[in-house]
């Protein structure tokens, strides 16, 4: 475009005492399509904190394949044959065993239900993902020969159950049937770690020992209940589940983090759709308040735009004036949007202002995470939209006629 229409376009755009409305009704515009990219950017960065935040605590904490029964019934019992066997797939980078059962846990006052795993901790093994970097206390007594009971809680759960580090804490198994009935099995464990996961429901009901001692509290053989697999590649997961049932046999099924969370990431995903259809109404209205302005415009400079034609502007040069003057609207308005929108998400999860019930959301804050390519595509659906909103205002002006415009005047 030559410097003629650029120069006409800025020119139009200028407040003048008579043209007061079309200036107001042009800053609207510029501030309507600010507002909804700077809503389109709020709204993607709250959905990509949630699904990002939610999905690296749950695979820190959980396994990224899951061997469990098909039909559970008494346990895994070769998973000791199977484990070599599941580390030569590729991309598994470990197979670790694991035994879970309900239990109740009784603290010095008051006590709650929780989830006794069982894991090879210790003597060289390698912790779960989730142990590695304990909130408080330290695995190295799981290295000692003591035959002392050891056990890791979460630190919501020793919260609620006044439990502090090194304290003593009673696990009530469902016991043994003995011939004076039922009896509870009573178990005395000392607290040597807490964890934090960040998700509530792991943090506030789950706790770690060795396997060896869970199969004893769980009244077990040697058996365990799910074999977790993690991958270098937690998108492999399909694939690799498959090779998986084929080593493991019709009685075992493998299940991957992406169908134990579907319910979740569908939800996430639904949430995304939703949002961006709501809030691109607003670059709609926005769109609309840019057709209003042009089309003013077309008719405020009627006389002028003839005048112009009739000293040798051709109708594509009055056509792309008015274009320019639209894009112009619609991009100083992306403009701001971006500059408002990255601004919130940065400070709003730099400072973490917009607080959760973890016991309802799972985690304390609202999460954002910012994506340069988000701003590109909602830079591109604003510019878009008000081009399409220039289109018809421009095609009138380009097809005023200088001798019927000129007659009257």
């Given at each position: 475009m030559s410097r003629f229409e650029w120069m006409v376009a800025l020119r139009y755009l200028r407040a003048k005492r008579k043209q007061t409305v079309i200036s107001v009704i042009t800053v609207i515009s510029i501030m309507g399509v600010a507002a909804g990219v700077a809503a389109l950017i709020i709204a993607l960065a709250v959905n990509n904190g949630f699904q990002s935040?939610?999905?690296?605590?749950?695979?820190?904490?959980?396994?990224?394949?899951?061997?469990?029964?098909?039909?559970?019934?008494?346990?895994?019992?070769?998973w000791e044959q199977l484990v070599p066997r599941l580390l030569k797939i590729p991309h598994v980078i470990s197979a670790t065993p694991?035994?879970?059962?309900?239990?109740?846990?009784?603290g010095p006052l008051v006590g709650s239900g929780a989830v006794l795993k069982g894991v090879p901790l210790g003597h060289g093994a390698a912790p779960p993902e989730l142990l590695r970097h304990l909130k408080a206390g330290s695995l190295d007594a799981f290295n000692s020969d003591s035959h002392e009971m050891l056990i890791v809680l979460g630190s919501k759960l020793a919260e609620q159950n006044s439990v502090p580090l090194n304290s003593r804490v009673t696990i009530i198994s469902r016991g043994q049937l003995t011939p004076m009935g039922m009896l509870p099995g009573l178990f005395h464990f000392r607290v040597v770690g807490l964890f934090e996961s960040g998700l509530y429901d792991l943090d506030s009901s789950w706790a770690f020992t060795t396997l060896p001692t869970a199969q004893r509290v769980l009244n077990l053989t040697d058996v365990v209940n799910t074999i977790e697999l993690r991958l270098d590649d937690i998108f492999t997961a399909p694939e690799v589940a498959k090779q998986v049932e084929d080593i493991t046999g019709p009685k075992l099924m493998?299940?991957?983090?992406?169908?134990?969370?579907?319910?979740?990431?569908?939800?996430?995903?639904?949430?995304?759709?939703?949002?961006?259809i709501t809030v691109s109404l607003i670059e709609l209205v926005a769109a609309l308040n840019i057709l209003v302005v042009l089309v003013m415009l077309v008719m405020e400079k009627h006389r002028d735009v003839a005048i112009l034609m009739s000293l040798g502007a051709r109708r594509q040069q009055v056509q792309r004036i008015f274009i320019l003057q639209g894009l112009i609207i619609g991009g100083i308005g992306c403009l701001l949007g971006l500059a408002g929108g990255y601004s919130v998400t940065i400070l709003c999860n730099h400072?973490?202002?917009?607080?959760?019930?973890?016991?309802?959301?799972?985690?304390?804050?609202?999460?954002?995470?910012?994506?340069?390519?988000?701003?590109?595509?909602?830079?591109?659906?604003?510019?878009?939209?008000?081009?399409?909103?220039?289109?018809?205002?421009?095609?009138?002006?380009?097809?005023?006629?200088?001798a019927e415009a000129l007659r009257y005047e």
């Open positions: 935040s939610l999905q690296a605590s749950m695979l820190s904490a959980t396994a990224h394949i899951n061997i469990l029964e098909r039909n559970p019934e008494y346990g895994i019992a070769n694991g035994l879970y059962g309900q239990v109740a846990l009784q493998a299940k991957t983090w992406m169908e134990e969370n579907r319910p979740l990431l569908n939800a996430l995903k639904l949430e995304k759709t939703v949002s961006l400072y973490q202002w917009l607080r959760l019930d973890e016991q309802i959301y799972a985690i304390s804050y609202v999460p954002f995470q910012s994506r340069w390519t988000d701003g590109i595509w909602v830079a591109g659906l604003a510019l878009v939209t008000s081009f399409i909103a220039t289109l018809h205002p421009s095609l009138t002006a380009s097809r005023i006629a200088p």
